[in-house]
């Protein structure tokens, strides 16, 4: 029935190729946030040398409190596009994986760094933990969950954009025509 009312296309990408554009453009920008937050501005704070070690990790809390936000409304909108028909599996799968990355964060990660960061900005140290490193590598898989649904999602637009070749002499319908 859907199918019927134009929602949802035979090839499964959605309503149209709109929607596909919509999605690659949400993946690619929660993609060009991830690396610019998490892999360029990050590190790079801890560069400056007029910057305390307390300090930089107290901005890096807000940092990423505040891209935790805007991740969760890049979901919410990949939700919308694919509940106007961006069914493909790929996108859908590494859009999921994304957001299960994020919800790790959000729920545990985020909260237990945000804690060891108040202990050290408080003259403490924290007991060695690997928490920061599962946090850079849940990021990495967020990274490539990005890629690979930008990817294929890209794949569906250059294939619906490219018109049909012209039928060759060798196809059925070439004895109706001359060939050169």
Known sequence: MAEARGLISKDGMGRDQGTAIGLFAVLLLWLGMLLGVSFLATPAKFLAPSLTLPVALDVGRYTFAVFNIA???LIALLAAL?????????PLVAAAVAALMTAAETVWLLPALDARVGTIIAGGQP???TLHDLYVAAELVKTAALVVGAFAVARFIAGSTVSPAAPSCASPSAADRPCA
């Open 127 to 129: 007991m060695p933990s």
């Open 82 to 90: 694919f509940v106007l028909g961006g069914r493909r599996p790929v």
């Open 71 to 73: 991740e969760w409304v």
